[in-house]
């Protein structure tokens, strides 16, 4: 049985950093493309993040560069999204993904139950 769960979410102010983690079992992210996607209230999931079997295969959608970071642990079989320069529009539910190395959500075959991030003064 595949799992995924996120935590290190919770409560920062703007400008501060937050680092997500994503726990796998019963796949291998050094196979499978590790993503994170992100959903806010009223709004539709987005894209964030992903990396692919190699380190140097990353994917960030436009509004997170240079601010987010995608790696990965192969011998804890763990993701990581560390995030900083956080703003309130990042605020959100941020779901892991496992699956192809894409952009789009309906590549991946399985999510996390999410962790929320709230980036308020």
């Known amino acids: 049985q595949v799992r995924l769960v996120e935590s290190g979410g919770g409560l920062v102010q703007p400008g501060g950093s937050l680092r997500l983690s994503c726990a796998a079992s019963?796949?291998?992210?050094?196979?499978?493309?590790a993503g994170w996607f992100r959903q806010a209230p009223g709004k539709e999931r987005q894209f964030v993040a992903s990396i692919g079997r190699l380190p140097i295969n990353t994917l960030y959608k436009h509004f997170v560069e240079g601010r987010f970071i995608i790696s990965r642990d192969k011998d804890k079989n763990m993701a990581f999204l560390q995030m900083t320069s956080l703003k309130p529009e990042d605020t959100a539910v941020y779901y892991c993904a496992a699956g192809k190395y894409s952009q789009l959500s309906k590549d991946y075959t399985y999510w996390g139950q999410g962790c929320q991030v709230t980036v308020s003064s």
């Open positions: 019963g796949l291998d992210f050094s196979i499978d493309t």
